[in-house]
């Protein structure tokens, strides 16, 4: 019976194999210089969808390039089949090159092979250590700072590494207890590249405190590396000046402890402090000291404003110029600002248009901006006239106006009649009395005046 169940489970998951495991993909990079060498130690990262239905990147693999500029890995989807997703992102990239990121379709039986060119031409170089006694030193461990790269030397004491031409770099060969740096300065150059011999010192007394080296790279505020800047390097055995070579390295030498960097630079001294007990690089990247704060504004009326920004420096003697940038209907101008009683830097003016502004700092060595602000302009509304209040009792009533427009037309006929009867006045006497009797009445109502009102009081007593 137990045989029976055993062999129908085997059964179902084999069923349900597809369901559970939608893909397989194995991936093979291969990056090569310019010149067709190898690129050692370049970062591989790979993501893809893993596990999650929800997600297209919940699988990460990442891993270096090696000596011969291979670098393989095998890929298992478990999604289901109907949310699987297959795309597979491939990111390449170097301590000296920014990288390239690639995408591929996976699923296939084979293998999925890309081939990535550095844009850099490489060249061997050859580190061979030797002992305190000149001979070869097999099995010693070769750095390059800052690149991530590690070699073990051969048995003739041979480490090979592949660098551009002409960089710069600094690494330590360690075998036991002893360790030795070296640098490109030491490099003899040759047709097949550059060699360096390292000799190893002799060992050290029983009692002897064992320096460890500290790698440092140091950045500007603006991003950029500081180089030939000096820097003062002090630890529990004493203090030390280096200068930073020009992609702003230095090597410190330094007994296991804290370690305080102090650099001068633009009229002030950064200071920074680390804990080192074994070897390490550490970079580091110079804080801006000039800042600057968000606008504050104050109505000033209608569409006048006062602005005012804090800005802060601790190089309190150092000027600071601010000015207020406003842009108008695609037309920019500025103003300046003085510092306020409230020591914050401030200016008035009118808008006549929406307007965006933006607060500038600036001195001898660095420059701020601000946030943005929206000033909504406002137009006016239409007032009316102010009315003065009204007395009903105090307001006089318009007199009515007699109307004489009635006698005007009554004498307009009469008129009319006697100049029709004044052409047969002859048989028409007694007619022709009788209307000249008329015309003298209406011109009596005429001359009369109208009758006057008495005049009211000009208010009431309550």
Same mark, same amino acid.
């Given at each position: 019976?137990?045989?029976?169940?055993?062999?129908?489970?085997?059964?179902?998951?084999?069923?349900?194999?597809?369901?559970?495991?939608?893909?397989?993909?194995?991936?093979?990079?291969?990056?090569?210089?310019?010149?067709?060498?190898?690129?050692?130690?370049?970062?591989?990262?790979?993501?893809?969808?893993?596990?999650?239905?929800?997600?297209?990147?919940?699988?990460?693999?990442? +891993?270096?390039?090696?000596?011969?500029?291979?670098?393989?890995?095998?890929?298992?989807?478990?999604?289901?089949?109907?949310?699987?997703?297959?795309?597979?992102?491939?990111?390449?990239?170097?301590?000296?090159?920014?990288?390239?990121?690639?995408?591929?379709?996976?699923?296939?039986?084979?293998?999925?092979?890309?081939?990535?060119?550095?844009?850099?031409?490489?060249?061997?170089?050859?580190?061979?250590?030797?002992?305190?006694?000149?001979?070869?030193?097999?099995?010693?461990?070769?750095?390059?700072?800052?690149?991530?790269?590690?070699?073990?030397?051969?048995?003739?004491?041979?480490?090979?590494?592949?660098?551009?031409?002409?960089?710069?770099?600094?690494?330590?060969?360690?075998?036991?207890?002893?360790?030795?740096?070296?640098?490109?300065?030491?490099?003899?150059?040759?047709?097949? +590249?550059?060699?360096?011999?390292?000799?190893?010192?002799?060992?050290?007394?029983?009692?002897?405190?064992?320096?460890?080296?500290?790698?440092?790279?140091?950045?500007?505020?603006?991003?950029?590396?500081?180089?030939?800047?000096?820097?003062?390097?002090?630890?529990?055995? +004493?203090?030390?000046?280096?200068?930073?070579?020009?992609?702003?390295?230095?090597?410190?030498?330094?007994?296991?402890?804290?370690?305080?960097?102090?650099?001068?630079?633009?009229?002030?001294?950064?200071?920074?402090?680390?804990?080192?007990?074994?070897?390490?690089?550490?970079?580091?990247?110079?804080?801006?000291?000039?800042?600057?704060?968000?606008?504050?504004?104050?109505?000033?009326?209608?569409?006048?404003?006062?602005?005012?920004?804090?800005?802060?420096?601790?190089?309190?003697?150092?000027?600071?110029?601010?000015?207020?940038?406003?842009?108008?209907?695609?037309?920019?101008?500025?103003?300046?600002?003085?510092?306020?009683?409230?020591?914050?830097?401030?200016?008035?003016?009118?808008?006549?248009?929406?307007?965006?502004?933006?607060?500038?700092?600036?001195?001898?060595?660095?420059?701020?901006?601000?946030?943005?602000?929206?000033?909504?302009?406002?137009?006016?509304?239409?007032?009316?006239?102010?009315?003065?209040?009204?007395?009903?009792?105090?307001?006089?009533?318009?007199?009515?106006?007699?109307?004489?427009?009635?006698?005007?037309?009554?004498?307009?006929? +009469?008129?009319?009649?006697?100049?029709?009867?004044?052409?047969?006045?002859?048989?028409?006497?007694?007619?022709?009395?009788?209307?000249?009797?008329?015309?003298?009445?209406?011109?009596?109502?005429?001359?009369?005046?109208?009758?006057?009102?008495?005049?009211?009081?000009?208010?009431?007593?309550?």
């Amino acid at each position: 019976m137990g045989r029976q169940y055993a062999a129908l489970l085997a059964a179902f998951l084999l069923l349900c194999q597809p369901a559970l495991g939608a893909w397989n993909q194995t991936i093979e990079i291969y990056a090569s210089s310019k010149n067709g060498l190898p690129a050692q130690g370049c970062e591989i990262r790979i993501t893809y969808q893993k596990s999650d239905n929800a997600s297209r990147s919940d699988g990460l693999i990442l +891993g270096k390039t090696g000596k011969d500029g291979r670098f393989s890995a095998s890929i298992l989807n478990t999604v289901e089949p109907q949310n699987e997703i297959r795309r597979i992102e491939v990111s390449i990239s170097s301590y000296y090159w920014e990288g390239e990121t690639r995408a591929i379709e996976a699923g296939k039986e084979e293998a999925a092979r890309l081939n990535f060119t550095v844009p850099y031409e490489l060249q061997p170089i050859r580190i061979k250590v030797l002992d305190y006694r000149g001979k070869a030193a097999p099995g010693a461990e070769v750095e390059i700072f800052g690149t991530g790269m590690k070699e073990k030397a051969d048995q003739q004491g041979n480490a090979i590494f592949y660098l551009p031409s002409g960089f710069r770099f600094a690494g330590e060969a360690r075998l036991r207890d002893q360790s030795q740096q070296f640098a490109s300065k030491d490099m003899i150059h040759g047709n097949e +590249g550059g060699a360096i011999e390292v000799w190893m010192p002799a060992p050290p007394p029983a009692n002897a405190t064992k320096a460890i080296p500290f790698g440092l790279r140091i950045y500007g505020s603006d991003g950029k590396p500081l180089g030939r800047q000096e820097i003062e390097a002090k630890h529990s055995e +004493g203090a030390v000046v280096l200068t930073l070579d020009d992609s702003g390295f230095a090597l410190v030498q330094m007994p296991p402890g804290k370690l305080e960097i102090a650099i001068r630079r633009n009229d002030y001294t950064y200071s920074f402090s680390f804990e080192a007990s074994q070897p390490r690089n550490q970079t580091v990247a110079l804080p801006p000291l000039l800042k600057i704060g968000n606008i504050s504004q104050l109505p000033q009326g209608r569409n006048c404003y006062k602005l005012s920004v804090n800005v802060s420096d601790p190089r309190s003697s150092l000027p600071i110029k601010v000015m207020f940038l406003k842009n108008a209907s695609n037309l920019t101008t500025s103003a300046d600002a003085q510092l306020d009683e409230q020591g914050r830097f401030a200016t008035s003016f009118c808008i006549f248009a929406d307007t965006t502004v933006i607060a500038v700092a600036s001195n001898k060595y660095e420059k701020a901006e601000s946030a943005p602000l929206m000033l909504q302009f406002q137009p006016n509304m239409p007032q009316k006239p102010p009315q003065e209040p009204q007395n009903p009792a105090a307001l006089k009533k318009e007199e009515p106006k007699a109307d004489y427009s009635g006698w005007i037309a009554i004498g307009l006929i +009469g008129i009319s009649a006697a100049a029709a009867l004044y052409l047969a006045r002859g048989r028409l006497q007694k007619p022709l009395e009788f209307i000249n009797r008329y015309v003298r009445f209406i011109k009596k109502i005429l001359d009369r005046k109208p009758p006057q009102k008495p005049a009211e009081p000009a208010g009431d007593s309550l």
